[in-house]
T-cell receptor, first 117, second 110 residues
Framework: GAVVSQHPSRVICKSGTSVKIECRSL??????MFWYRQFPKQSLMLMAT?????????EQGVEKDKFLINHASLTLSTLTVTSAHPEDSSFYIC?????????????FGQGTRLTVV | RKEVEQDPGPFNVPEGATVAFNCTYS??????FFWYRQDCRKEPKLLMS???SGNEDGRFTAQLNRASQYISLLIRDSKLSDSATYLC???????????FGAGTRLTVKP
């Protein structure tokens, strides 16, 4: 079946540094990928929609200059958390949905647990 | 009003019990509906899609009520391994996007 791979799975960084998270669709092309954030005991919150070859679409309240998204190919989207602060510590998950007839499943990356110290 | 609303629980049930979760959605034009399961510190995984006619997969039954804009998940004969958070997911705009409910935490106890 389709697989979405996310890397790294865990990262600890110092406050003020930037962190890049990669999301790859391994056996299908994804013109659109999604980035979610999940704080402890809360649900996934959509941060932005990554569009191949064009600008990402950000949800209200998400700073586009802080969370840089690049979707340079049909199988890769990256999320860069710039100038990270402790409040950015969270679980970040990407997803992609393989288009097709009927209710098609969304596949999720394994998630990246970011800790900013 | 949130796009997708769920009772966060927690639901604590004994093994063998039957438990039901409901979820309401705000966009009447929503096209696709799913139940996902998320284990602690893991990514969500598809449990089942929800079809207009209702569907069953073993001990799990999902139903959709478009008139009232809710979907449900019924788990029969609960197992310890069913303990997880169950996420109601709606595709509101007939595109790739999916919106999540807050999730319902289920704990099945011996």
């Amino acid at each position: 079946g389709a697989v979405v791979s996310q890397h790294p799975s865990r990262v600890i960084c110092k406050s003020g540094t930037s962190v890049k998270i990669e999301c790859r669709s391994l056996d299908f092309q994804a013109t659109t990928m999604f980035w979610y954030r999940q704080f402890p005991k809360q649900s996934l919150m959509l941060m932005a929609t990554s569009n191949e070859g064009s600008k990402a679409t950000y949800e209200q309240g998400v700073e586009k200059d802080k969370f840089l998204i690049n979707h340079a190919s049909l199988t890769l989207s990256t999320l860069t958390v710039t100038s990270a602060h402790p409040e950015d510590s969270s679980f970040y998950i990407c997803s992609a949905r393989r288009l097709g007839p009927g209710n098609t499943e969304a596949f999720f990356g394994q998630g990246t647990r970011l800790t900013v110290v | 009003r949130k796009e997708v609303e769920q009772d966060p629980g927690p639901f604590n049930v004994p093994e063998g019990a039957t438990v039901a979760f409901n979820c309401t959605y705000s966009n009447s034009a929503s096209q696709s509906f799913f139940w996902y399961r998320q284990d602690c510190r893991k990514e969500p995984k598809l449990l089942m899609s929800v079809y207009s006619s209702g569907n069953e997969d073993g001990r799990f039954t999902a139903q959709l009520n478009r008139a009232s804009q809710y979907i449900s998940l019924l788990i029969r004969d609960s197992k310890l391994s069913d303990s997880a958070t169950y996420l109601c997911v709606v595709n509101p705009y007939n595109n790739n996007d999916m919106r999540f409910g807050a999730g319902t935490r289920l704990t099945v106890k011996p």
